[in-house]
């Protein structure tokens, strides 16, 4: 290393570079990495390529812009959500990739469901409320109790089974009770009621 101009020697391609041109190592005497960052990238392509993995090309981006994996766009820094432990401070994947596949994990972590399947399931009820047959199917309906996917239904619908905590003899009466027979229990005895027939 020569101190007066600020340069170094990379140990692999030999040439005299600037400090910045160095990756920070705690453990060397000069706080520096040993090969340059091109050198060490490089040497990190070819040892993953001898195990047989991928490795993706560095694609340079604008100032102020990052690189989406999945719909491969150099998008600005506000259409990122922050986090922490990233060495840049930006989520791996932009917002609309990452609602994307958090909708898609959510899906198949609580119903088991992949989104062709759940595509499948909306076909089938021709894109309507299986209960209203009028708004659009957009909220998984399921048994609490066992899991087990029922279809797909509106949210006023789902809130309205949800409401009545699943209960079917309490949508009966309720039914019952919109088409004008109401259903008063008789009290018999503390605690015990007898429903009419």
Same mark, same amino acid.
Not at 32 to 41: G, H, I, M
């Given at each position: 290393m020569n101190e007066e101009t600020g340069t170094r020697r990379c140990s692999r391609c030999k040439q005299d570079l600037r400090r910045t041109a160095f990756a920070s190592n705690k453990s060397? &005497?000069?706080g %520096?990495?040993?090969?340059?960052?091109?050198? &060490?990238?490089e040497y990190y392509r070819q040892r993953q390529e001898? $195990?047989?993995k991928r490795v993706r090309e560095k694609v340079p981006t604008p100032p102020g812009h990052k690189r989406c994996p999945q719909c491969e766009e150099a998008k600005p820094h506000s259409e990122w959500e922050r986090n $922490?432990?990233?060495s840049d401070g930006r989520a791996s994947y932009c917002r609309a990739c990452r609602a994307g596949l958090n909708r898609v994990s959510y899906f198949k972590r609580k119903y088991? %469901?992949?989104p062709a399947e759940l595509?499948? %399931?909306v076909a089938e009820q021709q894109?309507?409320?299986c209960i209203c047959l009028a708004a659009p199917a957009a909220h998984v309906d399921h048994c609490h109790e $066992?899991?087990?996917v029922r279809g797909v239904l509106c949210f006023s619908c789902n809130a309205a089974l949800g409401q009545f905590k699943d209960r079917a003899d309490a949508i009966r009466r309720g039914a019952a009770y919109l088409e004008g027979n109401v259903w008063k229990p008789t009290l018999v005895a503390l605690g015990v009621y007898q429903l009419p027939s």
């Open positions: 060397m &005497s000069d %520096l990495q040993a090969y340059c960052r091109e050198c &060490s990238a001898a $195990k047989g $922490k432990s990233s088991g %469901l992949t595509d499948a %399931l894109g309507v409320c $066992k899991g087990r």
